[in-house]
């Protein structure tokens, strides 16, 4: 097949695999009743517990607001109404008034379950409120988006007693990857299209982008998933920990601000130490599929499902691959990603219900038969879909990668 | 084989694998520099991990406490020592003097890493004490036995506030089976030999006796993990789980008062719908071994390691199983402890270094490599295979099980 037939393929699958997993979604999901979206949905759609998790309602409003304000065929009303009943719901009912945090977890009908001492749900709340700004037009959801983005650079940099962390003596502090990721999604969320919103929040993006190359590890060879504050490693399993598809995910968030500030060392860097490399160490040589952690001294990974292959991970690593073979132009990077391609269409996709499965085991036999659950909701997979598509199509219009190849770099 | 024979040769089996699983532990666990244990330690016993865990240093304190107590073989000087060592260093460094909590993890040195929000800590500290003071005879560990049993009575029926839980209304209150099945099998520890305060205590038995009796659910067919306070099954997921072996575990804490109290209605009870019924839905016939979490439903279980084998599910039904044997003489029973014993000793022992595997995948192969690690310490293993031990020489020596049949019971 050549170059051109295969992208096209490739764009094909993926347009038609995005409408199956949105049709999912659309058809299932939202809660007519009381608003919102039900998370926990069987392969067939049919709900299996009526709880909303923050995580995943935000990342539903978000989703939703993309595809409406990116496309065409998702610029649609009841695509715009169903993310409105959303952004109501998180508003009334996942923020908590008197500190702005937000719960992890709430009834049906909106009564708060769970707090996490952590930032996530207000990360997720805060992208979804400014891509449902832009959507609707409404000033108010955008002022509430940039509102919580400042409260979240408050927390993350300045003062996190509100997220109520106890903090014990022997409780070594942590650079733990996900925060600066977070951090650094969000700041590009929010000031996306506000130019001035984001000469403001620069100093924090170069700051988000700092403490995510702290790591890099090992002599470059390792991304570990938790450093010390100053970037050397921790003791301990926890210290070794390695989240390969953590590790692809922050290349391509890395990617995008090296494209977006022409920075060639971080895109190097983001291509061979964040995508090639965990790329390489995490494929299971045996069963194929990335695993889910690793040790970086080859000791068992201490999580009990480390050997799992989970469909974020994938998803992550599709859009990784390309945008990385889009920016170089080197076939070696569309192969991994005819790869993964190959391994995720085989084994996520269900042919007879929209929606990836969520979970293999190791030989990558699906272990669960529901679709959305506490952890997996409308996100990766459509925006995997969704921004594949748009740099397929940029590269069949373009006839080839963006740039031919200007950044040289050794890819394996 | 004879049945004399077949009891002959698991006795020999299992008294080798508790040699070889104490010879692991007692070589490579004790921190010579700064007392307790090391937890986290490899197959070949190599420390992977410094930090020292509540559950674990109290567990393991009350292991050798155990069997220095209660056997020829491990009433020896350095076992004592060793948990002598283990004793002073969770009364130094395990135990908050403010409130009388518990951590749940600390450094090497001790100094504090985690708290939980759990009572679970403070429960294995009360057993730990409580067997340390009747094998040395010093009072002071007696005394700081009774009074963490005292204090985790008013946490678990009075006021949990120093556990620090947040309570949100939409948090429905939970019987967590954990809770009263650790309650009742505290209790039963610090009361050993002191019928005094065993009279003090016998309302708390009682009330732990029913609440996890609240669990049999769906017309008496299942032991369900969560329930309401009042006894009725929870909505969603949470409510529908089962996990197995914590259900036959509670089986046999049940059964042990059921003796204790000459209450047949009990021992049904226990036999039947917490042993014998969840080792017949939880037996994965494809594979073998006993899974670790289920949905009454026949749903996806949430839990990602759900269809896992793991060593304690199994060292508890191998308790259990023979517990009944003893108790009723049904040769089914026996048949039922055969299928665990070939399964166990096939899967989980490892030829070359004692203690076993903790994990397994599906389909029986180890997952992790380590005999150590944050959850699994020097307890379960040991603990089955000296009860089991005491039970089959009892077996033995009777010519057959303690009772001859007098309950009749209607076992599958």
Redesign the interface.
Known sequence: MSSKKKLQFYLDRMERELDRAMDFWITHSPDMSFGGFFN?V?RDGKV????KYGWLQARQVWMYCKLYNETEKYHKDNVLQDAISGGEFIMKHLKRSEDGRC?FQ??R???????QRKLFTECFYAMAMAELGRATGNLKYTVEGESMLSRLIHWARVDDSDLGL?K????KPVNSMAVPMMMLCVIDNVCAGNQALRSDYAVHEDWATQQILQHVQRDGKAILENVSPDGTQL???QGRLMNPGHAIEAGWFLLQRAIKTADKTLSKTAIQRFIVDPFDQGWDKDFGGIFYFLDVDG????P?????KLWWVHSEALIALLMAYQETGKASLLDMFDQVFEYSFGKFSDPEFGEWWG?L??QGDP????KG??YKGCFHLPRCLHMCIKMLKSLLKNNGPRQSPVIKIKVI
């Open positions: 926990c069987g299996y517990d009526t709880d719960y709430v009834t009908e909106g009564k708060p379950v769970k707090i106890t014990l003596a022997g409780d003791p301990g399993y000791l068992s990974p201490v009990l499902e480390w050997n799992m979970y085991d190791r272990t669960h038969s529901f659950g506490p």
